[in-house]
Structure formats: structure tokens, C-alpha cells
């Protein structure tokens, strides 16, 4: 955003230069997710990258600058979630994970302790360190396998962790601020500045070990699109090539509300309802019509298990207007019994999941396991 220019160049110190530019197809994207529900008025994602004293005059109603990446982040990925924009979703984890500026070369910068994320996500790793400041090396290394492991979790390509990386250490003695960053479009990728803090093959070793844990709150009833099939350790894992983010899979979300952690949107009232994710996108004719047709009932999702190894979440469960519950779309599958429609919408899940894990050459024990604390929660049989 261009008026914040000014404030970064007068906010100059012993310290790197400013690199809010430097992943700007990031922050663009988080922009674009931020500004379909900006309920914290914030004026643009690039004030959570910026130091403390600088970052105040962006704020909207955020009161803890040292959080005001992470709220970003959070109510970002929640629209995302709610318009089932993939690349919004992988922008905004890795919009997360990125190096806030601080006061000098070589200063941590401070992890956020008065806002948690409703977005389960984002509770497991931080922002990236000033690659001069104590312990850099070993923290980011962390930050990308585990970001890493979050991007899998809701359908996205792990390797792309890495984009989130930073520059060269800096020589904290020396007077020359900019270090070794820029502030050009995407300038840490066109200049080869990115220093990559693991190789792909340790991010598909750690996603392997780690993929019975990995779970998303995209919410209830939904699947998320998944890339291709992801090898293990590959041979030529060292090098990649990486390309834009797109927005070819963003939807357009109608004026409303999207409230944080449920990723529901309130539609707009036409002829026709259409609902959300968290309904399965099932559309629902106004009564009048000739059909005899129990209508499903859109307002309540009774399936509230929300982990998804490998992005396969459990189908909805809804209810007609018979009393009927559904587990899904398919018309098959319709109980007079909530508990069983809720354990036939675990059981479609774990089946799914199983399709999945083995397409993608992952794991399919997690899917069990999953299936049996879908199951436990939910009171299904």
C-alpha cells in the first residue's frame, strides 16, 4: 500500500531495511482475503510486518502491535476458508510466518501473548527472526517444517513453506541498514535472495512423521481441493521452481457476514439460497415449488468434528423438513437417528480420507484414528 511507504523510510534505523515488499505476492493475496470481511479496520497487511512504532498507525481497532500480524492472518485465512480459496488460505499461513521488522539488525522480534487465533493452524508455529538475531537458524528452520505440515493440512503444497523464508544475515555492527534485503515486488524471488531454511526433502520427511497430527478448522462438511501426489523424500529435492500464487479457484463471496473460526457466510437473499461450505453448498428451492422433496434444512450442521488429515473433512449432517438427517448429499444416506447419521458422516469421511492418503502415497492409519475420535465426539454409531 503506497502510503505506507513514507512511514518506513522515516522509521529507518540500525536495523535491515524494510521487507515488506520482498514476498508481495503474499501480502497482496492476504489483502484481497483481508478486505472481503476487514473487521478489524486494519488499512493494509503491510503493517503487520512492520516494527511496533510503525505498525500503531495501521492498526484499525488491533490494540497489541506485536499481534496484529497474527489477527491478519487469522480473520485472512477464515475468509479464505468461507469463499474456499485455496491459494488465499497457503498466503495467508505463510503471510504468517514471515519476518517482522524490529528496531536493529539482529533483534527478535516478539511473539504475540494477548490474541489466539481462531484458526487452529496458526497456534502452531511463529514469524520467522531476523536471520542475525540469536538462535535464527534453528527457530525458522522450525517455523518452515511445521508451516509446512499446516499448508498439507488444508490441501496445499508443503514445499511452498519455504517461500516464506528470508534474507541473509545482516552484519548487526555495520551502519548500513538495508543488510541484505530489498523492497522491490517480490525481490527476495526475482533476485535469488531467498535463503531456503530446509531442504523439500526434510519437509516431506517431517510432513510423513507428522501426518497423523495434522489437522485444519476449515469447518465442518467440506473437503478441501487437494494438489497432486505428493512423493516422499524425493531424489531431486534440493532445487524448485515456483510460480505466483493464482486466484483461479477464489470465489466470490456476497455482502454479508463472515464470522471467524466457523468460516460462515451469511448469503445474500435472492430467489434462490444458496449456502455455504459448512452446508455442503446444498441449494435449496423456495417452498412454493411442486416438488415433494423433504427440504433440507440449511441452518444447522450437526457434524462438529472439524479435523481433516490430508484436507478430507466429514460430511454435513442436516435435517429435513420431515425430521429426516442427512450425512451428505447423497440420498442414501438418510437416518431417522442422529447418532447414526453422524457416524455414517465420520465413516464417509475415513473412506475418503483413505482414497486420498493412498492417491497421494501418504499414510492411511490416520484416517482411522481419525474415524475413531470423529466418532467419540461426535456421539456417532
Not at 503487520?48 to 500480524?69: F, S
Not at 510466518?97 to 536493529?104: H, Q, V
Not at 509446512?148 to 517461500?163: S, Y
Given at each position: 500500500?503506497?502510503?505506507?511507504?513514507?512511514?518506513?523510510?522515516?522509521?529507518?534505523?540500525?536495523?535491515?531495511?524494510?521487507?515488506?515488499?520482498?514476498?508481495?505476492?503474499?501480502?497482496?493475496?492476504?489483502?484481497?482475503?483481508?478486505?472481503?470481511?476487514?473487521?478489524?479496520?486494519?488499512?493494509?497487511?503491510?503493517?503487520?510486518?512492520?516494527?511496533?512504532?510503525?505498525?500503531?498507525?495501521?492498526?484499525?481497532?488491533?490494540?497489541?502491535?506485536?499481534?496484529?500480524?497474527?489477527?491478519?492472518?487469522?480473520?485472512?485465512?477464515?475468509?479464505?476458508?468461507?469463499?474456499?480459496?485455496?491459494?488465499?488460505?497457503?498466503?495467508?499461513?505463510?503471510?504468517?510466518?514471515?519476518?517482522?521488522?524490529?528496531?536493529?539488525?539482529?533483534?527478535?522480534?516478539?511473539?504475540?501473548?494477548?490474541?489466539?487465533?481462531?484458526?487452529?493452524?496458526?497456534?502452531?508455529?511463529?514469524?520467522?527472526?531476523?536471520?542475525?538475531?540469536?538462535?535464527?537458524?534453528?527457530?525458522?528452520?522450525?517455523?518452515?517444517?511445521?508451516?509446512?505440515?499446516?499448508?498439507?493440512?488444508?490441501?496445499?503444497?508443503?514445499?511452498?513453506?519455504?517461500?516464506?523464508?528470508?534474507?541473509?544475515?545482516?552484519?548487526?555492527?555495520?551502519?548500513?541498514?538495508?543488510?541484505?534485503?530489498?523492497?522491490?515486488?517480490d525481490c527476495i524471488f526475482s533476485n535469488d535472495a531467498l535463503v531456503n531454511d530446509a531442504s523439500e526433502a526434510e519437509i516431506y520427511d517431517y510432513v510423513a512423521k507428522c501426518a497423523a497430527t495434522v489437522t485444519s478448522t476449515i469447518g465442518p462438511g467440506e473437503s478441501v481441493p487437494t494438489g497432486g501426489s505428493i512423493p516422499v523424500n524425493p531424489s531431486n529435492s534440493q532445487t524448485r521452481t515456483s510460480n505466483t500464487p493464482t486466484n483461479s479457484d477464489r470465489f466470490t463471496t456476497t455482502s454479508g457476514s463472515i464470522s471467524l473460526g466457523t468460516a460462515s457466510v451469511q448469503p445474500?437473499?435472492?430467489?434462490?439460497?444458496?449456502?455455504?461450505?459448512?452446508?455442503?453448498?446444498?441449494?435449496?428451492?423456495?417452498?412454493?415449488?411442486?416438488?415433494?422433496?423433504?427440504?433440507?434444512?440449511?441452518?444447522?450442521?450437526?457434524?462438529?468434528?472439524?479435523?481433516?488429515?490430508?484436507?478430507?473433512?466429514?460430511?454435513?449432517?442436516?435435517?429435513?423438513?420431515?425430521?429426516?438427517?442427512?450425512?451428505?448429499?447423497?440420498?442414501?444416506?438418510?437416518?431417522?437417528?442422529?447418532?447414526?447419521?453422524?457416524?455414517?458422516?465420520?465413516?464417509?469421511?475415513?473412506?475418503?480420507?483413505?482414497?486420498?492418503?493412498?492417491?497421494?502415497?501418504?499414510?492411511?492409519?490416520?484416517?482411522?484414528?481419525?474415524?475413531?475420535?470423529?466418532?467419540?465426539?461426535?456421539?456417532?454409531?
Amino acid at each position: 500500500m503506497k502510503p505506507v511507504l513514507p512511514l518506513l523510510l522515516a522509521a529507518l534505523s540500525r536495523r535491515e531495511m524494510p521487507q515488506e515488499l520482498s514476498h508481495d505476492r503474499y501480502v497482496r493475496s492476504v489483502k484481497e482475503m483481508l478486505d472481503l470481511n476487514n473487521t478489524i479496520s486494519c488499512a493494509d497487511p503491510t503493517f503487520g510486518l512492520l516494527a511496533n512504532n510503525q505498525a500503531i498507525a495501521g492498526m484499525g481497532t488491533v490494540t497489541d502491535p506485536n499481534c496484529l500480524q497474527l489477527t491478519i492472518a487469522d480473520i485472512a485465512l477464515t475468509n479464505a476458508k468461507a469463499t474456499r480459496n485455496t491459494s488465499g488460505m497457503v498466503a495467508s499461513l505463510i503471510y504468517r510466518a514471515l519476518e517482522r521488522n524490529t528496531a536493529a539488525v539482529g533483534v527478535v522480534s516478539e511473539k504475540c501473548t494477548s490474541y489466539t487465533p481462531r484458526n487452529s493452524e496458526l497456534l502452531a508455529f511463529q514469524q520467522h527472526q531476523d536471520p542475525a538475531s540469536p538462535g535464527a537458524e534453528a527457530n525458522n528452520k522450525a517455523v518452515v517444517l511445521e508451516l509446512a505440515r499446516q499448508i498439507l493440512g488444508i490441501g496445499g503444497d508443503p514445499t511452498d513453506a519455504l517461500k516464506s523464508g528470508t534474507f541473509q544475515p545482516g552484519d548487526p555492527n555495520s551502519s548500513d541498514p538495508t543488510g541484505n534485503s530489498c523492497d522491490t515486488a517480490d525481490c527476495i524471488f526475482s533476485n535469488d535472495a531467498l535463503v531456503n531454511d530446509a531442504s523439500e526433502a526434510e519437509i516431506y520427511d517431517y510432513v510423513a512423521k507428522c501426518a497423523a497430527t495434522v489437522t485444519s478448522t476449515i469447518g465442518p462438511g467440506e473437503s478441501v481441493p487437494t494438489g497432486g501426489s505428493i512423493p516422499v523424500n524425493p531424489s531431486n529435492s534440493q532445487t524448485r521452481t515456483s510460480n505466483t500464487p493464482t486466484n483461479s479457484d477464489r470465489f466470490t463471496t456476497t455482502s454479508g457476514s463472515i464470522s471467524l473460526g466457523t468460516a460462515s457466510v451469511q448469503p445474500t437473499q435472492t430467489t434462490q439460497t444458496t449456502t455455504t461450505r459448512q452446508q455442503q453448498q446444498q441449494t435449496t428451492t423456495p417452498t412454493s415449488t411442486t416438488t415433494s422433496t423433504p427440504a433440507i434444512s440449511t441452518t444447522t450442521n450437526y457434524q462438529t468434528f472439524s479435523q481433516a488429515y490430508l484436507g478430507v473433512f466429514a460430511p454435513a449432517v442436516t435435517q429435513d423438513s420431515n425430521g429426516m438427517y442427512h450425512a451428505g448429499t447423497d440420498p442414501n444416506n438418510v437416518f431417522n437417528n442422529l447418532k447414526a447419521a453422524l457416524g455414517r458422516s465420520c465413516d464417509i469421511q475415513k473412506n475418503d480420507c483413505a482414497n486420498t492418503a493412498n492417491s497421494q502415497k501418504q499414510p492411511v492409519g490416520p484416517c482411522d484414528t481419525q474415524n475413531t475420535q470423529c466418532k467419540a465426539e461426535t456421539g456417532g454409531s
